[in-house]
Structures are given as C-alpha cells and as structure tokens.
C-alpha cells in the first residue's frame, strides 16, 4: 500500500459529503485545506448513520460534495479521523478510493459497515439544514 505521501501525489483532492463540509462539526479538521467547490455524485448514495453519513458506490439522482485541496499530512489526520487503515481498509470504519469529479480525481471516503436499516439519501445531502430527497 502507499504511504499518504505517495498517495497524495495520485490526487490532492478530498471530497467530502458529511460532518467535514463547510459550517458542520467536524470541518475545522480541514483547516489550512483549500476550497476548490461544490459537485453532485450520481454513482453515490449516502447513508444517514444518526451523528454522521457513511457513503457507497450505488446509483443516485446526485448527492451534494465539497472538495477540498490537502496536503499529505492532512490526508493522513482525515484517515484518522475516518478510522481509514491504509494496510486493512476493508477492516477499518471507511475505505479511501479515488472517485472522478467535477474538479478531478479526489479521495471519497465509502463506508465499510453494515447499513441495514439506515435511510438512504440519494438526492440532495446530509446534515441539519440540508434539503434532500429520500428514496
């Protein structure tokens, strides 16, 4: 497996969907990163888990994303924080994968858990103020 610093060289980008985005709990993680904009995912659905959304690769009608330019230190904190192994990544909480947008390559966290149960947003996004579709 790479180490983030390699890996960063494949792409700076992340793209975020949950309590990373602008204005939600956990973006000061992204402090120091670089605001490139806003995109819709129509490859992914996302998954609301309660106190955060946990994303796969399913059909959408277009889930909300930020992308964000990193650094590999960065990379690394957010693989932390996402409980991201980069040895075992089917083992851990999310695994890291490359997904196209509108900006380029960016790194997309895709939850690894079981989501039997959890509503599925597959338009729109998650968060308190967020204006979403439920299918």
């Known amino acids: 497996m790479p180490s983030p610093a390699i890996a960063i060289e494949r792409t700076p980008l992340v793209a975020v969907y949950g309590t990373l985005k602008r204005g ?79 900006f380029g390559p960016a790194w997309l966290y895709l939850y690894n858990l079981d989501v039997a149960g959890c509503l599925a947003i597959r338009e729109g996004g998650w968060g308190p103020r967020a204006r979403r579709s439920v299918v």
């Open 24 to 102: 939600l709990r956990n973006h000061h993680w992204l402090e120091g990163a670089d605001f490139v904009g806003t995109d819709r995912l129509t490859d992914a659905t996302l998954y609301d888990l309660g106190p955060y959304p946990g994303a796969r690769l399913e059909p959408s009608r277009g889930v909300e994303i930020e992308v964000f330019r990193v650094d590999a230190a960065l990379l690394a904190d957010l693989d932390r924080l996402e409980d991201y192994r980069v040895r075992h990544p089917a083992s851990g909480t999310y695994d890291r994968v490359v997904h196209p947008t509108a």
